[in-house]
């Protein structure tokens, strides 16, 4: 008889909650036994570094960088294409030069769309 | 935790058993993982980076685990010149990190101020805040130095017992483990060294 074939996750997990639960209590009866517990205000301090922190680490990053970063990764992936585009370019059929020219074109476009949008100026809006 | 009989241990050792007490094992693991807080101030960090690099390799005695953080590190090598802008957030680095906590001050500067000690921002020796275990002299120390005092903090780690009235200090509840911060005063840090850990040897002169 084969035994369940789920047998073995029950036993992978009960492995994996006894695993670290033998550290943590070995620490906490190290704690109980040996070495006396010392927190304070600056040891459980926020570390910046041994300057102390200011202000709250929940903050909120504007949403103009998402804008910024979106233009420059179509423009990197650009340039990507142009590179292999620019070594195979004085045996390229005609068809293909006009292609890449519009696939340029397109993207221009829509870098003027985005400029004439305010998209790269950086107001506080 | 009593002493083991050295007789019956190497009687027993011949019979191919091996016993230890907690006490020495305990002592064993931490003396070869010192992890040391990854810092360095001036020209002596120079000499540490070489300390921890191949050729004189510090990871043969376990502490080539230079932490970023202090909440991982064993040990604090203060290396070079401590400034009073900078002594300050030392004094908060030891403070965070956990115990048990060891201080090597590295180089003539961290131990008294050295060759700017009559410089006005110069901190005239961390062992003003925080209590050092290990001092090395020299302008800079030799690599070979910072490993003579990693051996000797070894061998105190060694030494210190788990329980009993002469256990480690930073067993007993009564041992700090954090100490103040100074603050940034008018003319000089305040208060300008902290009393409790720092006893200036009293000049006794004749007549
Ligand atoms: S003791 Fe000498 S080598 Fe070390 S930090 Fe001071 S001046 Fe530099």
Redesign the interface.
């Known amino acids: 008889m084969t035994p369940d074939p789920y047998v073995f996750i029950i036993i992978f997990i009960g492995v994996a909650l006894v695993f670290p639960l033998i550290p943590l209590a070995l620490a906490w009866l190290w704690r109980r036994v040996f070495q006396p517990p010392k927190p304070g205000a600056e040891k459980n301090a926020t570390y910046e570094c041994g300057v102390e922190s200011i202000g709250e680490a929940q903050i909120q990053f504007r949403s103009q960088y998402y804008l910024y970063a979106i233009i420059f990764l179509i423009f990197d992936v650009e340039a990507i294409f142009l590179v292999p585009f620019a070594v195979a370019f004085t045996g390229l059929p005609v068809g293909a030069f006009i292609a890449i020219l519009v696939f340029l074109l397109l993207l221009i476009e829509g870098l003027v769309w985005a400029w004439g949008k305010g998209c790269l100026s950086w107001a506080a809006r | 935790m009593s002493e083991i009989d050295e007789g019956l241990r190497a009687e027993l050792q011949r019979q191919g058993v091996w016993v230890t007490s907690m006490q020495e094992l305990y002592n064993w693991g931490r003396k070869n993982s010192i992890w040391p807080l990854q810092f360095g101030l001036a020209c002596c960090a120079i000499e540490m980076i070489a300390t921890a690099a191949s050729r004189y390799d510090i990871a043969r005695f376990g502490g080539e685990v230079f932490r970023p953080?202090?909440?991982q590190a064993d040990l604090m090598i203060v290396a070079g010149t401590v400034t009073k802008k900078m002594a300050?957030?030392?004094v908060?680095?030891y403070?965070?990190m956990?115990?048990p906590k060891y201080v090597i001050s590295m180089g003539a500067c961290a131990i008294s101020g050295g060759p700017f000690k009559q410089g006005y921002n110069v901190l005239k020796g961390i062992d003003r805040y925080i209590p050092v275990d290990v001092y090395i002299p020299g302008c800079p120390p030799r690599p070979e130095a910072l490993l003579h005092a990693f051996m000797e903090l070894q061998r105190k780690i060694d030494s210190q017992k788990?329980?009993g009235a002469t256990k480690a200090e930073?067993?007993?509840?009564a041992q700090?483990?954090?100490f103040p911060?100074p603050a940034f005063g008018e003319h000089d840090l305040e208060p300008p060294a902290n009393p409790n850990v720092f006893q200036p040897p009293k000049v006794e002169r004749e007549g």
């Open positions: 953080s202090p909440r300050p957030q030392i908060r680095l403070n965070q956990p115990d788990l329980t930073h067993l007993t509840a700090p483990s954090e911060v």
